[in-house]
């Protein structure tokens, strides 16, 4: 199983970036203005939405903030990363918002990408402590909270995500995620 540990957004916080985006890929004007003022586009949110570039934003029910990348873990594994979790200490009430943007890499292999705003590098701290402590396997990479928003350069979007600043949101907890290739996310569990 490909694992990894994440905090989803609430749907309303999802949206209010999705408009902002959709606002930029369309040519929309008022892309630099308050993105909560229009009504929630008419698609379907687990399809990518496609810019006028060509561009495709990632399916927003799938837009996540990775904690820890676990990668492919064998199925008797399962409760030991279960276990692990179980010891991690949640903090409830963190308030957090996507605001501003950035990106990863270059040409082809860009990723564009909502930053986050809020402390999460403790949680993510203990999360990797307590998978290490139980001897499981995680990606050594430098912790950037974000929110993958596409994997191609675009300038609409990039210019969208520089002036952004979204609704806040509290955590109210962290999910292990299944990754099943061109088939999505399964949600296993939540604390």
Known sequence: ?????????????????????????????????DSRRSAAPEVDPALPQRHKGGMRLTAIDKWHVTLAFLGEV??????????????????RGVELRLAGGGEFG????????????????GLRAQIVDRLADAGL???GRDFTPH?????????????????????????????????????GYTRLRTW
């Open 137 to 139: 396997p995680q990606d």
């Open 147 to 183: 929110l993958t928003v596409a994997y191609t350069q675009d300038s609409a979007v990039s210019h969208a995500l520089e002036g952004y600043r979204g609704p806040s949101w509290v955590l109210d907890g962290i999910t292990l995620v299944r990754s099943d290739p061109n088939e």
């Open 1 to 33: 199983m490909r694992l990894f540990v994440a905090v989803f957004p609430p749907d309303d916080v999802r949206w209010d970036l999705r408009r902002r985006l959709a606002a930029a890929g369309n040519g929309d004007s008022r892309r630099n203005g």
């Open 106 to 121: 270059r040409g082809r292999s860009t990723v564009l990408w909502a930053a986050v705003e809020g402390d999460l590098r």
């Open 74 to 91: 064998p199925g008797e594994q399962l409760p030991d990363v279960e276990s692990a979790l179980d010891q991690v200490d949640v903090p």
